[in-house]
């Protein structure tokens, strides 16, 4: 790929984990202000569908929501679904850094699921990195250490990542056939009837501020997905995923500005070894890829 357009896309990688980063710290203050984990979670997806639907509309056309495969973007909707209360409610029980951290745990329960699930070989380094990366979580967990990351909310933060990973999969295997703005667009609006159903018992009022919250939470995400999506078409995912670790930066800074949080030691400790393991895995993946395609290019040739 040209130089430029590898630029692009991590320039648009980076402004995607801005946009989510600001979406789980307005989660977060959303819930300060009286809002409960499923009315943001209805309006995240709610004001996110015409977001959505205006970005397929200015590329491929809304010709491409049409899919013959509606039962498998209900299974992934199910499953995103329940991946978005882990992940909000990692945000709402922990400080966002640390919440944060947790989530680049992703690449190492990709490789488990990978070899366990696909059958995809592993070999004893990509092993290594996942058992380094696990350290690295009982370093900023500290069991049993009783400071502010709970072992309950220790535990949400790695179910939300490994439901990220999950998704991936099955976003691997929808790719085959749909393009990413429709499979976006059917779980948002699969989404809604549940979460309708579930915030019908959770209405609350909420002054002019906590409503703008929640509306701005499912434009910033929707915002945040679209810009995910356009990165990996100019770039690799190998070059754009350690943007993704840039979260951090802007956890650590919306946690100080608006909670008056700053990460503990232990998370100053844990986090650079959890991120040295995803990206140990994510440059294996990408090397693993290349001698692939070489090798084809090889037979081909002969």
């Not at 409960?36 to 970005?55: D, G, H, S």
């Not at 992934?76 to 329940?82: I, Y």
């Not at 699921?113 to 004893?124: N, S, V």
Request: charged content about 10%.
């Amino acid at each position: 790929m040209p130089g430029d357009t590898i630029l692009k896309g991590v320039g648009l990688r980076l402004l995607a984990i801005f946009f989510l980063s600001t979406m789980s710290a307005l989660v977060k203050l959303a819930e300060t202000r009286g809002a409960t984990l499923f009315e943001t979670m209805f309006w995240r997806q709610f004001c996110a569908l015409p977001v959505v639907v205006a970005f397929v509309a200015m590329g491929p056309g809304l010709a491409t929501l049409r899919t013959r495969r509606f039962g498998a973007h209900l299974g992934r909707s199910a499953v995103g679904l329940l991946g978005m209360v882990f992940t909000f409610g990692s945000v709402l029980l922990l400080p966002l850094a640390e919440a944060t951290t947790f989530q680049f745990t992703v690449p190492i329960f990709a490789t488990i699921l990978g070899a366990l699930i696909l059958r995809e070989p592993t070999g004893w380094q990509r092993w290594s990195a996942v058992l380094v990366g696990f350290a690295g979580v009982l370093i900023v967990a500290q069991p049993g250490a009783g400071h502010h990351v709970t072992p309950f909310g220790a535990v949400i933060g790695l179910l939300a990542a490994l439901f990220v990973a999950i998704v991936a999969i099955l976003l691997r295997q929808l790719g085959r056939t749909e393009n990413s703005g429709t499979t976006v667009f059917w779980f948002s609006l699969l989404s809604l009837p549940p979460l309708a159903l579930l915030y019908a018992f959770n209405l609350k009022p909420h002054d002019a501020a906590t409503w703008a919250i929640l509306v701005s939470i499912g434009l910033v995400g929707g915002m945040g997905q679209i810009a995910l999506t356009a990165a990996l078409r100019h770039a690799p995912v190998a070059v754009v995923v350690p943007m993704d670790y840039s979260g951090l930066v802007w956890a650590t800074l919306y946690g100080w500005m608006l909670f008056g949080l700053l990460p503990g030691s232990a998370t100053w400790l844990g986090a650079p070894v959890i991120v040295a393991s995803g990206l140990f895995i994510v440059w294996r993946e990408h090397r693993l890829g290349r001698q692939k395609v070489a090798a084809a290019s090889a037979i081909e040739d002969a």
